[in-house]
């Protein structure tokens, strides 16, 4: 069965610039939280989305926005791009919410790089 | 504000025990402690979790005392391989904001 997946594995943006980063959860996993990893730091939770409704939000700008689709996949994307933003983006998906449970499942990441 | 802190790093030899603390001062009462390790270039993998008490799994203990303002993830017996950093998450406040402490950098030595 397969994992966690996400695309891109690397990409280069400009500052200024719009990035979307995809994931695709477990197979009968619901939710879907994003979580942003600068190298040598804890991941920091930036969105938790279950039925395609958002269920916990970190402290990040506005900036970062997230859906997630009647298939479960979800997209984050992120606007007007700094140099701060160059991170290793963190899918993880679980069967669901509200259980007390934090048992995730990780992709590989998204390197973003700023420049 | 809340904060999740562990100790930075940790060196051990095959074979012993490591036990690493988390402390939490902001835990959401309803959720769980959950432990993970990541090695370098993937993402975390879920090692274990737990209310409270202890639980126990194939591969690590979880000791979590009655006000559950921290937790100790116990590794038995530790191999070269376990040379990872090991992140507590919790749910803070309401139960709607995950925060992971800032790992713990475990060196397994020979």
């Known amino acids: 069965d397969a994992g966690v997946t996400q695309s891109p594995t690397h990409l280069i943006k400009t500052r200024g610039q719009q990035v979307t980063l995809r994931c695709s959860p477990i197979?009968?996993?619901?939710?879907v939280s994003w979580y942003q990893q600068v190298l040598g730091q804890g991941p920091q939770f930036i969105f938790q989305?279950?039925?395609?409704?958002?269920?916990g939000r970190g402290n990040f700008p506005d900036r970062f926005s997230a859906r997630q689709f009647p298939n479960y996949s979800s997209e984050l994307n992120v606007n007007a791009l700094l140099l701060g933003d160059s991170a290793l983006y963190l899918c993880?998906?679980?069967?669901?919410?509200?259980?007390?449970?934090?048992?995730?499942?990780f992709g590989p990441g998204t390197r973003l790089t700023v420049t | 504000l809340a904060k999740t802190t562990q100790p930075i790093s940790m060196d051990s030899y095959e074979g012993q025990e490591v036990n690493i603390t988390c402390s939490h001062n902001?835990?959401?009462?309803?959720?769980?402690i959950t432990w993970y390790q990541q090695f370098p270039s993937q993402g975390p993998r879920f090692i274990i979790q737990?209310?409270?008490t202890k639980v126990t799994n194939e591969v690590a203990s979880l000791f979590i005392p009655a006000d559950r303002k921290s937790s100790t993830l116990s590794l038995p017996r530790v191999s070269l391989s376990d040379t990872a950093v090991y992140y507590c998450?919790?749910?803070?406040?309401?139960?709607?904001?995950?925060?992971f402490g800032g790992g713990t950098r475990l060196m397994v030595k020979p």
């Open positions: 993880a998906s679980s069967h669901g919410v509200g259980d007390g449970s934090y048992e995730q499942y």
């Open positions: 197979s009968g996993h619901k939710s």
């Open positions: 989305y279950y039925e395609k409704e958002e269920r």
């Open positions: 902001n835990i959401a009462t309803n959720d769980y």
């Open positions: 737990g209310y409270k």
């Open positions: 998450l919790v749910a803070e406040g309401a139960g709607n904001m995950l925060t």
